[in-house]
C-alpha cells in the first residue's frame, strides 16, 4: 500500500510540473503556488479545520515541526519549482529534480544518522541511470550539451526543500490525523506566501483568467497538493524517507507517458529502456529478499 501511495504522488507531481510549465505565461509564480494553496484549503477546510480545533493541544506541542514543515512544503518547494520553470526548460527540471532521492540521504545519514544499505545505494544509482536515459533521448552526449541557468539552480533550491520537508517527516506526531496536519500546514504555509503574493501583484504581474488557468489552479490544488501530500506523507511515514525517495524518478516516467497521451509524442526504445531501469532501481531499494527459514 505506501508503495502505492508513493507512485500516485509521482503521477500527481508529474502532471503539475507539465502544466506549471505550460502555463507558465498566463499564471505568475507566486501567484500559481498562493491559489493553489487557497484553493486545496477551502476543498479541505470543512473537514480539515474542525480536527486542527479537536487536535489544537497536539498542534501547539508540536508548533515548531508544523511551522517548518508549512514553510518548506507548502511555501517553499512549489514556489521555488514555478519561479524556476520561469527560465528553464522542462527536461532541465526534471533533471535537477532527480536529484532529490541523493539529497534525502545525505540528510538523513548526515542529521539523523540514518544510514543506506548498499542495496539501497545499488536501486537509487541504477533508477537515476534510467531518468537520465530518458533525459538524454538514448544519447548520453545529449546531456553533455545541456545548458544551465538560474532557473536550474532555483529547482536545485526546491529538491534541497523538499529534502529536508521528507527526511523531517520522521518526527511526524504521533496520534496527529493526516488531514490535521495537511490543513496546519497549509495554514502557516499561506501565512509565508501572502506577502510574497502581495508584492507580485504590485510588481504588476496577474493571472489571466480564463478557462485553462482555473483547470490548471484546480488540478494543482486538488491532485498535486491534497491528493499527492497526503499519500507521500503517510507511505513515508510507514517506509522511511530513504525507501521513498526513489519513487521521485518516476516523475519523469509519467511526464514521458502524459506527453505520449496527451501531446501525441511517439513511445521510443530509450522510453522503454529508461522506465525498466527506474522500475528496477525502485525494486531494488524497496523490497528485500529474505532467505525463509528451513523449518525441516
Known amino acids: 500500500m505506501p508503495y502505492l501511495l508513493l507512485t500516485l504522488s509521482a503521477l500527481f507531481w508529474s502532471g503539475n510540473f507539465v502544466l506549471s510549465r505550460g502555463m507558465h505565461a498566463e499564471i505568475p509564480p507566486v501567484s500559481l503556488a498562493f491559489w493553489r494553496w487557497t484553493l486545496a484549503l477551502l476543498i479541505i477546510a470543512p473537514f480539515g479545520l474542525r480536527r486542527v480545533y479537536e487536535q489544537r493541544k497536539l498542534l501547539i506541542q508540536h508548533r515548531r515541526f508544523m511551522l517548518w ?23 532541465n527540471a526534471v533533471l535537477v529534480n532527480s536529484c532529490i532521492p541523493i539529497i534525502i540521504v545525505l540528510i538523513s545519514l548526515l542529521i539523523y544518522r540514518e544510514p543506506l544499505s548498499m542495496r539501497q545505494s545499488i536501486g537509487v544509482f541504477i533508477s537515476l541511470s534510467g531518468v537520465l536515459l530518458i533525459i538524454a533521448k538514448g544519447n548520453i552526449n545529449t546531456l553533455q550539451q545541456l545548458t ?22 520522521r518526527h511526524y506526531p504521533a496520534g496527529l490525523h493526516p488531514i490535521t496536519y495537511l490543513t496546519g500546514i497549509m ?25 485553462e488557468t482555473i483547470l490548471t489552479i484546480s488540478y494543482v490544488a486538488l491532485f498535486a497538493s491534497i491528493l499527492a501530500f497526503i499519500c507521500w506523507t503517510r507511505a513515508i511515514r510507514e517506509v522511511g524517507a530513504n525507501r521513498a525517495g526513489p519513487f521521485i524518478h518516476l516523475m519523469p516516467v509519467f511526464s514521458t507517458i502524459l506527453a505520449i497521451v496527451f501531446l501525441e509524442e511517439v513511445l521510443l526504445g530509450y522510453h522503454v529502456q529508461g522506465m525498466v531501469l527506474v522500475f528496477t532501481g525502485i525494486f531494488i531499494t524497496t523490497f528485500s529478499f529474505r532467505k525463509q527459514k528451513d523449518l525441516s
Open 148 to 169: 544551465f541557468n538560474q532557473g536550474d539552480l532555483l529547482v536545485l533550491v526546491a529538491a534541497l526543500v523538499w529534502a529536508f520537508y521528507s527526511a523531517n517527516l
Open 187 to 211: 495554514l502557516t504555509g499561506l501565512v509565508f506566501l501572502l506577502p510574497c503574493y502581495l508584492f507580485e501583484i504590485q510588481s504588476g504581474k496577474h493571472i489571466q483568467i480564463n478557462i
Open 69 to 91: 514543515q508549512g514553510i518548506l512544503g507548502v511555501a517553499g518547494f512549489n514556489t521555488f519549482i514555478y519561479l524556476a520553470l520561469q527560465s528553464t526548460t522542462a527536461i
